[in-house]
């Protein structure tokens, strides 16, 4: 994505910075003492039930240790001690059911239904480091799960809701996973959309080649009230479970780099990775960033991230890092156009949203939608906005900040990733004069580089790879069941720094923007999918030989998942005999991994463009998806092939 040269300054506004809670001293103080820094922070947001002495174990690059000897709960630092801290009463949820239901739970009730859950948990035998996967919907069970999980030192996995049972299953074999929980359904565009029926099929009998089943007990949530099968002695309704427990749990201590979760994201080959983060540094970087960067003040700010708890913004922006702070935030389980457009206005408006945390697709179609219907709601009580995901176009940045935010709120454009695990570099709201576009600055405490490929520093206005220079508190500490596959992906290429698989470049004042990634990781709608995967999707279809996809320019969405294949010879004529060839392959994906996977376009081609050595040359395939005359073609073996596949797309 371009970043256009833009002169648009927005200084905080004097109120604004005389109320922040983070001022420019913070850069000071991690500028002086790195370590002492985060030490600092740690003791101040978060409990330890034993205090740590060692800050951070860098002994054995990249595997990272920090607040090693340090033991805490994480769960009673997201709930216990704000109820004992006399904030019991305050709402820790308002949940918006995409139907029009609605529950608020204050933070002793979410601490009540933690301890039942994590009393259900151990009395089914999960304990300390065992694996949960959780298959939920946004709804206020899918948070005590992952709370009621933490608290009892166990490990989840949460799968997000529209990924397929196949998707599911590889999840839950290679995390070895002791229980699913999930629902019926889910409410999704006006209907429910089963879920159940994923884990059914995801657990079926596995035909001997599979891993051991691992799942002892599915803990079914009802809320789409859908029919759905059931398998007695393994499954167990949740209403019937969680309530008839006892309320009193006893929040364990457990060690610093006890893993608190694994995220599956994607990355350049075609098996998503199992991003494991553990707990003290997670959660010290969780609160901090989501204290400074979003300006929290507890006491007063309604807050809601409208992204779903299957990524790491629900992880880190939804559960952990708010909770922590004892925050009140709204989650709403359904789609921003049910039951029709506007609806995320109506729920800002309805709960004096002040803080508003969201993906730049989605405020692009906002845009398309049309000012008119923001403006027709009183979104005054907002006064910050953030963005995550992807580059934020200054285009949307304007419009975001001019229709929503009634032109005064600043914007936090946030940079980070799934294996960041928290806010790297991020503007902070009353100390940054912001620049639409560009997400600025490293948070204090973080160290960042723009480097060329041999690794080398650039100057300012030079394009390269944003790199990690320091070790950081919410650093995963690896890949789930691949220790050498962690140090290939991020470490070998410059030893001692974090490839992030992102091109940045600095401007003339220092800060950064954002240009995309450099790998085969494409940014849809700011979810994470990979080239490789999909492409190893398509060719698991009987019809095709090969695939290759490539993400394209998209107006609304960033990229666009854009397929060409090639069919079997032996296949051609079955495959002449359905109508809609693309629409088979696109169901297919969608099965196999999901439908956020589903190409936008699949082109059936007669060959690929190959260099000399069997390479596929994407670039080219991506001029032709996206219009452009097509480029250099002299490398590949066959030059003829663009020419075929160009006039084959033009009718
Ligand atoms: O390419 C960057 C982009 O999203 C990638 C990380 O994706 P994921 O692990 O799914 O996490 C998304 C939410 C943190 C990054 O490598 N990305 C994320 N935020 C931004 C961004 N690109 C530009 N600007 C951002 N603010």
Redesign the pocket.
Same mark, same amino acid.
């Given at each position: 994505m371009s970043t256009p040269h833009t002169h648009d300054r927005f200084a905080p506004s004097e109120e604004f910075s005389a109320h922040a809670i983070a001022g420019p001293e913070l850069y000071e103080e991690a500028a002086a003492d790195r370590l002492g820094f985060w030490a600092d922070q740690a003791r101040e947001l978060v409990s330890w039930s034993t205090p740590f002495t060692s800050v951070l174990d860098w002994s054995n690059p990249p595997f990272a240790r920090w607040f090693h000897d340090g033991e805490l709960n994480v769960a009673y630092n997201c709930l216990d001690r704000h109820v004992a801290a006399g904030r019991g009463e305050r709402i820790a949820l308002h949940w918006e059911g995409e139907p029009g239901d609605s529950r608020s739970i204050s933070y002793a009730e979410l601490t009540e239904e933690v301890c039942r859950t994590a009393n259900l948990l151990t009395a089914l035998g999960v304990g300390q480091g065992d694996r949960v996967a959780i298959y939920l919907p946004m709804i206020p069970e899918a948070i005590v799960s992952m709370l009621a999980v933490a608290r009892i030192g166990a490990v989840h996995s949460v799968v997000f809701g529209g990924f397929s049972a196949d998707s599911l299953r590889s999840r839950i074999d290679d995390a070895g996973a002791k229980l699913v929980i999930t629902a019926d359904g889910g409410w999704r565009k006006g209907k429910v959309t089963p879920l159940k029926p994923a884990v059914d099929q995801a657990l079926a009998a596995r035909g001997g080649a599979g891993p051991q089943e691992t799942v002892e007990h599915v803990l079914v949530v009802n809320r789409g009230d859908n029919v759905i099968d059931w398998v007695p002695g393994r499954d167990l309704w949740w209403h019937d479970e969680v309530p008839v427990m006892d309320a009193e749990h006893h929040p364990a201590g457990f060690p610093a780099e006890n893993p608190l979760f694994i995220l599956y @994201?994607s990355g350049t080959t075609g098996k998503p990775k199992g991003i494991l983060h553990t707990s003290g540094g997670y959660l010290t970087q969780a609160a901090f960033t989501h204290r400074t960067v979003f300006d929290l003040h507890p006491e007063q700010d309604v807050y809601w991230c409208t992204a779903d708890i299957g990524?790491?913004?629900g992880h880190s922006y939804v559960v952990y890092g708010p909770l922590a702070n004892g925050a009140t935030q709204v989650i709403y389980e359904g789609t921003p156009e049910s039951p029709a457009p506007g609806r995320w206005w109506d729920i800002i408006e309805k709960y004096r949203v002040t803080t508003f945390y969201t993906a730049p697709t989605a405020v692009r179609s906002f845009m398309k939608q049309g000012r008119e219907i923001p403006l027709a709601r009183d979104l005054s009580s907002l006064r910050l906005l953030g963005?995550?995901?992807?580059?934020?176009n200054p285009e949307a940045w304007r419009w975001f900040r001019e229709i929503v935010g009634a032109g005064t709120t600043p914007i936090v454009? @946030?940079?980070?990733? @799934?294996?960041t695990g928290a806010i790297m570099v991020s503007a902070l709201p009353g100390v940054t004069t912001l620049k639409p576009g560009s997400?600025q600055t490293p948070i204090p405490g973080i160290d960042i580089d723009i480097v060329d490929e041999a690794g080398a520093p650039l100057p300012n206005g030079q394009s390269g790879l944003l790199v990690v220079t320091e070790p950081w508190p919410s650093m995963l500490r690896g890949i789930w069941n691949d220790p050498e596959r962690f140090v290939e992906t991020y470490w070998a290429r410059f030893g001692d720094r974090y490839v992030?698989?992102?091109g940045a470049r600095r401007d003339e004042d220092g800060d950064v923007w954002?240009l995309?990634?450099v790998d085969d990781v494409m940014?849809v709608s700011?979810?994470?999918l990979s080239t490789a995967e999909i492409e190893s999707a398509l060719v698991a279809h009987e019809f095709t030989a090969e695939a290759a996809v490539i993400g394209a320019d998209d107006e609304t969405t960033g990229q666009a998942v854009v397929a060409f294949v090639i069919i079997k010879s032996s296949q051609l004529e079955h495959a002449h005999q359905v109508a809609d060839v693309a629409a088979v392959l696109r169901r297919h994906v969608g099965e196999q991994i999901g439908a956020i996977a589903r190409p936008r376009d699949i082109y059936v081609v007669e060959e690929l463009p190959k260099t000399r050595s069997g390479k596929i040359m994407r670039r080219l395939l991506r001029d032709v998806a996206e219009g452009r005359e097509v480029g250099d073609t002299t490398s590949l073996a066959d030059t003829a092939v663009m020419q075929t596949i160009s006039s084959r797309l033009r009718h």
């Open positions: @994201t990524w790491i913004t963005s995550v995901g992807e580059p934020i454009d @946030t940079w980070w990733q @799934t294996e997400a992030a698989g992102d954002l995309g990634r940014n700011g979810h994470r």
